[in-house]
């Protein structure tokens, strides 16, 4: 699990820490960090270190003064280094100084013109205008510097985050960097993994923060921590002992709804998966392993439902939710289920009372718990508590949280899962998962990184290697669906 803290919690930590170490320890450590990763920046795309020339954006404060003892060390190895600063009276004074004490170039950023030149003509762009401390977009002349970068083509690497973007929420009110890379120090941000497409790669450079750190805001499940979770049969297993699903999906207008949720909590490994709802005959017909039935009541037991897929938000929608809500297992609420939760308070009363599960996106969010806002993970963590529920809120970065405030996020890393139908495909295998006796923030998290890693197979014909470059072409949710089943394989390979 990475974990991420806030800005305020390692500024916290890192006060600590420089109470009992040298003056300038640790920007020196963080700076040669910099210096190693703009030095593999050039050598990886523009073949080589010496005579490349590199630009510093330099703010004000330690930021600033990271990147010019970065651009220190690059200087000594070769590289041109042009420093711009964006308030020269403010400079850090001695990374200033180390830098013209090796023939690095300073410029104003006053003189707009030779400062545009600089970015223009650079190899890479160091971005160390603002750092955690930073809040709003990037003002003048900082933003134009930027702009230039951009236009021109100059890849930025960032010091410990894109400045113009929150390093809590990952929002971007206006001009910001996009990082091609970003090297952060002493712990993640919540920043660098909800807003990837800003920072890039993010490398972390560990200045000893670990001790003086609370318990982390927010986590990021990887590979190991879902492969190990994902139910699979022992030799002790029946059909009933690995977890028997219900779904409650679609309606004569949407019976594909129906198809797809179902065979996502079959591809998900269930014991066995029930049916009801009118399209019984086509899920049987796509479907022959699955018992299927008209009604909830006709079913059978099961450990956990998923409702709400295509059922319709009228009369026959809410009786179908009221009868998988009354039989009192986990269940993970999607679509018109969060609607009618949303418009009948016997059914939200009846949903507080079970372990759910709610998977909304942006819309769907707002009918239950208010609007989303640019604060992604505190709106979930909202939900979450007025709902007595986890929440799941979908995005290209997915957010889980759960009554206790316990919060992660998931980012795609591609969009090939934004596509009519996925999220019946999604909200199939977190039932099963819940059947399985997953409990129901785990149960979310490891349904959300398998279904994007499904999506990723999907789109380049099931390719791992391909997969991971997030080269690859459109999909439908049927091929997302027929894609779980290695998905699943190669996480608990990679995950053993």
């Known amino acids: 699990m990475r974990l991420m803290w806030t800005a305020e919690q390692v500024r916290a930590a890192e006060d600590v820490l420089l109470k009992r170490t040298p003056e300038g320890a ?25 005579g490349r020339r590199v630009t510093l954006l330099v703010g004000a404060g330690n930021n600033g003064g990271d990147a010019l003892w970065a651009g220190f060390e690059l200087r000594r190895r070769g ?34 013109d030779r400062a545009e030149a600089a970015v223009r003509d650079a190899d890479l762009a160091i971005d160390g205008i603002v750092g955690i401390s930073g809040r709003g977009p990037l003002r003048e002349p900082a933003a134009a510097l930027v702009a230039a970068a951009a236009g021109a083509g100059i890849p930025i690497l960032a010091v410990d985050l894109p400045s113009g973007v929150d390093p809590d929420t990952g929002a971007a009110p206006g001009p910001a960097v996009t990082a091609a890379a970003t090297v952060t120090f002493g712990g993640y ?16 450079v560990d200045l ?28 002790t297993d029946d059909k009933y002992t690995q977890g028997v699903v219900g ?31 009118s399209a019984a005959d086509q899920v049987r017909a796509r479907w022959p392993e699955v018992v299927a039935a008209g009604s909830v009541a006709d079913t059978g037991q099961v450990q956990a439902w998923t409702a709400g897929p295509g059922i319709g938000t009228g009369a026959e929608g ?7 809500l009354d039989q009192g297992v986990p269940v993970c609420l999607d679509a018109d289920a969060i609607t009618l939760v949303a418009q009948t308070p016997d059914l939200a009363d009846a949903a507080a009372e079970v372990p759910a599960v709610f998977t909304p996106h942006d819309r769907e969010f707002a009918r239950i718990a208010g609007e989303v806002g640019t604060n992604r993970v505190a709106a979930a963590r909202r939900a979450a508590a007025t709902l007595h529920a986890t929440v799941l809120l979908k995005g290209n970065v997915t957010v889980v949280a759960d009554p206790t405030g316990r919060a992660m996020a998931l980012p795609a890393g591609s969009s090939w899962a934004a596509t009519a139908g996925s999220g019946d495909v999604l909200s199939g295998i977190i039932g099963a998962l819940l059947a399985a006796g997953l409990e129901p923030w785990w149960a979310a998290g490891c349904a959300a990184f398998l279904h994007s890693r499904a999506a990723a197979l999907a789109a380049v014909g099931g390719s791992e290697a391909r997969a991971a470059s997030g080269v690859g072409a459109p999909i439908g949710a049927s091929a997302l669906l027929a894609a779980v089943p290695e998905a699943i394989r190669q996480v608990r390979r990679l995950g053993a």
């Open 247 to 277: 779904i409650a999906a679609g309606s004569a207008v949407y019976p594909g709804a129906a198809v797809l949720a179902t065979g996502a909590a079959v591809a998900a490994t269930s014991g066995m998966v029930r049916f009801a709802g």
């Open 26 to 50: 640790l920007m020196r450590r963080a700076a040669h960090g910099v210096s190693v990763r703009a030095a593999a920046l050039l050598a990886e795309r523009v073949g080589g270190v010496v």
């Open 208 to 235: 000893g923060l670990a001790p003086y750190l609370p318990a982390a805001d927010l986590h990021v499940p990887e590979v190991v921590d879902v492969g190990p979770r994902w139910p699979v049969p022992g030799p």
């Open 79 to 112: 590289v041109g280094v042009t420093a711009v600063l964006l308030t020269p009276d403010r400079a850090h004074p001695a990374g200033l100084a180390a830098l013209r004490r090796v023939g690095g170039r300073v410029l104003d950023a006053a003189e707009a």
């Open 318 to 324: 809410r009786d179908t939710l009221a009868a998988v």
């Open 189 to 204: 941000k919540p920043v660098h993994a909800l807003a990837p497409h800003r920072c890039g790669p993010v490398h972390l």
